[in-house]
């Protein structure tokens, strides 16, 4: 069964400080993908970042980076100098590959990020 | 700027009445999921469909909901009749599969459902 663990419930920091996110995934999918969305306040769901399995780099994008780690299942979101406008409810996701994708996102249950003033 | 659009917003109704939230995925997408956000369960597959067709309803209540997708500009979800634990936000997203893979998902901005 495929399942995406994001033991933070609540992360509270104050503005430019750096915030990791964490993201344990379990799948007996070999290849499959990972992805991070953002729900801002506004309630959207916005794309950040999809990850292919057999692509280990890690990935920076601005202030954000993505540390994946297939050898302890994880994909970790890093904010460098967090700012308020990053306040959100963050998920972690996780779909298969190839010929086994269907498409189908599970998520985690998602990481709340407060960034004070 | 493409976006995936989903109507009504909002939608407060009492038990036992239909409701019916559409969605229109972005042109060029193949592919149409539904998905409910409870903070009790987070977000849930609901059902999906490739080039119309429907993939996979098992996460639906059989009984009081339907998919469906008339065309391929239109995707619908309809509660027949509604209870209160329908109340959550209904997401829609759309994406392709080109050559087997399927890109990522772009979300509409949700339908929240009150029942009352």
């Known amino acids: 069964a495929q399942k995406v663990t994001q033991a933070q419930t609540e992360i509270s920091v104050v503005e430019k400080e750096d915030v990791t996110l964490d993201c344990v995934y379990e799948?007996?999918?070999?290849?499959?993908?990972l992805f991070w969305y953002k729900q801002p306040p506004s309630g959207e769901l916005v794309f950040l970042i999809r990850?292919?399995?057999?692509?280990?780099q890690n990935e920076i994008s601005g202030r954000y980076s993505w540390n994946f780690q297939k050898s302890t299942s994880s994909f970790n979101f890093t904010i460098t100098a967090s700012q308020v406008v990053d306040s959100a409810v963050y998920f972690c996701?996780?779909?298969?590959?190839?010929?086994?994708?269907?498409?189908?996102?599970?998520f985690g249950q998602g990481t709340t990020l407060q960034v004070k003033p | 700027d493409a976006r995936v659009t989903q109507t009504p917003r909002h939608k407060v109704t009492e038990m036992g009445q239909e409701v019916t939230m559409r969605c229109q995925p972005i042109?060029?997408?193949?592919?149409v999921f539904w998905y409910r956000q409870t903070m009790m369960q987070g977000l849930e597959l609901l059902a999906y469909?490739?080039?119309?067709?429907?993939?996979?309803d098992s996460g639906m209540p059989k009984d009081r909901f339907s998919a469906e997708m008339p065309d391929a500009t239109l995707a619908t979800l309809k509660i027949q009749p509604s209870e209160p634990r329908d109340s959550a936000v209904y997401f829609c997203?759309?994406?392709?599969?080109?050559?087997?893979?399927?890109?990522?998902?772009?979300f509409g901005p949700g339908t929240r459902l009150t029942v009352l």
């Open positions: 996701a996780l779909s298969g590959y190839g010929s086994s994708n269907t498409g189908k996102l599970i």
């Open positions: 799948t007996r999918d070999t290849t499959y993908y």
């Open positions: 990850r292919n399995s057999f692509d280990e």
């Open positions: 042109l060029g997408h193949n592919t």
């Open positions: 469909f490739r080039n119309r067709a429907p993939l996979d």
């Open positions: 997203a759309s994406a392709t599969d080109r050559t087997g893979t399927y890109n990522e998902q772009f």
